[in-house]
């Protein structure tokens, strides 16, 4: 079975703090992808970070930061210095590797962060 | 450049009725997922087409049916409306590549009330 949990159902912040969302997945397959989504209040699903299960290098893009770890089947999020404008429903996927077909993402429940100015 | 398109934005139909919802994807993409997300879950999985073929079909009733046309724009269709159809229906698209995921990229979503 293939399952994507994201123990944390709501975070709360002060403006400026840094914070981690976990993300934690279960899969069979040898090559599978992962993704963290940003879900404003307005609904779209804004496209944060693709991983493929080869490449465990961590990655930081601005004050964002992502930690794969392989052994542990996790792919955890970090926000540094968080401002208000990054509260939303963060989800994080998993896609397997379908030769190109890949239509299946399976999301976890997301987690809510709330940053407080 | 525009992104992944959907219509309409709010819907609110009654028990039994159908519903068709519309979406057009990203410029040259040429793959549309459907996904259904119900308040306080995840999107959940419904269908991928590809070069209007189904290329994948989540966990759904027959209720739930779909097609993609020749300029890659897709319609999920909905017969016989239950009130847990009740959710906000979010279409992707993604340009597929070979041997690879390719990232998907969400519309802003339809809302559909089932009353």
């Known amino acids: 079975a293939q399952k994507v949990t994201q123990a944390q159902t709501e975070i709360s912040v002060v403006e400026k703090e840094d914070v981690t969302l976990d993300c934690v997945y279960e899969t069979r397959d040898t090559t599978y992808y992962l993704f963290w989504y940003k879900q404003p209040p307005s609904g779209e699903l804004v496209f944060l970070i693709r991983r493929n299960s080869f490449d465990e290098q961590n990655e930081i893009s601005g004050r964002y930061s992502w930690n794969f770890q392989k052994s542990t089947s996790s792919f955890n999020f970090t926000i540094t210095a968080s401002q208000v404008v990054d509260s939303a429903v963060y989800f994080c996927a998993l896609s397997p590797n379908y030769g190109g077909s890949q239509g299946n993402l399976i999301f976890g429940k997301g987690t809510k962060l709330s940053v407080k100015p | 450049d525009a992104g992944v398109t959907q219509s309409p934005t709010h819907l609110i139909k009654t028990r039994g009725q159908h519903v068709t919802l519309r979406c057009s994807p990203i410029s040259g993409h040429k793959s549309v997922s459907w996904y259904q997300q119900v308040l306080g879950q995840g999107p959940q999985f419904i269908f991928q087409y590809y070069e209007k073929e189904e290329r994948g079909r989540g966990n759904f009733p027959d209720r739930f049916s779909a097609r993609q046309f020749p300029n890659y724009s897709s319609e999920l269709n909905v017969n016989a409306l239950l009130l847990g159809d009740s959710a906000l229906y979010l279409c992707?698209?993604?340009?597929?590549?070979?041997?690879?995921?390719?990232?998907?990229?969400f519309g802003p979503g339809t809302r559909l009330t089932v009353l």
């Open positions: 992707a698209s993604s340009l597929p590549g070979t041997g690879v995921t390719d990232t998907q990229y």
